[in-house]
């Protein structure tokens, strides 16, 4: 993942920004050329790129009525407009051209083809030599998000295998640089600064590679205030592949199920009347404590969620005389189950409740599986420099 040190001054950040590119561009775009329902059909890195920016709900305000694979079998809707999102390779754009090629009857009355990145010539003589599909197509256009747009402020190329350990620059860079060229166009970059260590051969190569895809999409590059795109290679940082992060976030990846490119589904512990039941929480851009907290090290978030839990407790009249004045010296799982005993906060507290519960089984599997002991010894590895754990 890489992060943006600014986001330009854009409320909402990039995630916002994203959000508003692919409705007005693509979604009431083509409403305003359609007055019927229209289909949506997304190949897989479309799917990854659309999914943590818009829901069901916003598909269906503009008049999407079904969302589907394009890698799959498809039953055909001749009555109704079909929009295509799809990355820009030679697979996908054969998978286009194949609903259409041969076909006595179209599968959709209209198409309107978006590719996430620009097409090569041999790309778009594909597109061009499918007479069904041309005969039909409402819209062509090429796209600059090929990206994830994880966090209002971060990012993924959704690659990670790009860049190879040794040998020279390929393939797989090369398409690393293209996606990341759709990150500065998006974010109106048309000519950024590229800085990398002196004498850094596969860094300059990556560098160049970026400014040739922003030349090649010939943006305006009238921007004042340049970005600074920093190219690090991993001799620039030899450690962190021996340190473990222990954000709040990254611990919750590390010892909780995570489902989803966006790893904003948690699975944890909680305990019932009858036992000990699998639960999961949510953890997105709509929860503001996530939000605030996702970044921060775990020690820190612990900290935060006793004193809020704390302070309510001390500043609610029925709470405190529940716990007779002990809240500050309760535990996490305590705390939880104190929140969850007063059904008439629950409303007021449910953010709480849940980072209680989750921060409370991370934190159990993390000292039950003696990752304590591996962090230090993480640390000798990194520092040269023995520390002793005092418990």
Not at 131 to 139: I, M, N
Not at 200 to 206: E, L, T
Not at 284 to 294: I, S, T
Not at 333 to 340: K, P, R, S
């Amino acid at each position: 993942m890489s992060a943006l040190a600014s986001s330009r001054g854009r409320e909402g950040g990039l995630r916002e920004l994203v959000r508003s590119i692919v409705q007005r561009d693509i979604l009431r775009s083509c409403a305003g050329k359609c007055r019927g329902w229209m289909v949506l059909v997304l190949d897989e890195q479309a799917s990854r790129v659309l999914t943590p920016v818009l829901g069901m709900y916003d598909l269906m305000e503009e008049r999407v009525t079904l969302v589907e694979s394009l890698e799959k079998r498809r039953q055909p809707f001749p009555e109704m407009d079909c929009i295509y999102v799809s990355a820009a390779t030679d697979r996908s754009v054969r998978a286009i051209c194949a609903d259409w090629k041969g076909r006595a009857d179209a599968p959709y009355a209209e198409a309107h083809v978006f590719f996430l990145s620009r097409l090569d010539d041999q790309q778009l003589a594909m597109v061009g030599a499918t007479s069904e599909l041309a005969a039909r197509l409402k819209t062509l256009s090429e796209l600059s998000l090929d990206f994830l747009a994880l966090e209002s402020q971060a990012f993924d190329l959704g690659a990670p295998g790009s860049f190879a350990l040794g040998g020279a620059p390929g393939v797989p860079e090369a398409a690393a640089a293209k996606k990341l060229a759709t990150v500065l166009a998006t974010l109106g970059e048309g000519r950024p600064c590229v800085r990398y260590r002196a004498g850094n051969a596969r860094a300059r190569a990556f560098g160049d590679a970026v400014l040739g895809e922003l030349r090649a999409l010939d943006l305006d590059d009238s921007t004042k205030d340049a970005a600074t795109v920093l190219v690090l290679d991993r001799l620039d940082d030899a450690l962190t592949p021996l340190v473990h992060e222990y954000s709040y976030q990254a611990l919750l990846q590390d010892v909780l199920d995570v489902e989803g490119d966006c790893r904003d589904r948690v699975s944890y512990s909680k305990q019932t009347k009858g036992g000990e039941a699998r639960d999961f929480a949510m953890l997105n851009e709509k929860d503001a404590l996530w939000v605030e907290m996702r970044h921060e090290h775990v020690a820190r978030v612990v900290n935060q969620l006793r004193a809020r839990t704390s302070d309510f407790l001390d500043h609610n009249r029925g709470a405190a005389q529940l716990h007779q004045g002990k809240g500050s010296e309760l535990t996490l799982g305590d705390m939880a189950n104190a929140l969850q005993a007063m059904p008439e906060f629950q409303a007021a507290t449910a953010a709480l409740n849940k980072h209680m519960s989750v921060a409370h089984e991370a934190l159990g599997k993390f000292h039950g599986a003696g990752l304590l002991e591996l962090s230090n010894l993480e640390q000798s590895l990194a520092t040269g420099a023995t520390r002793r754990i005092k418990r």
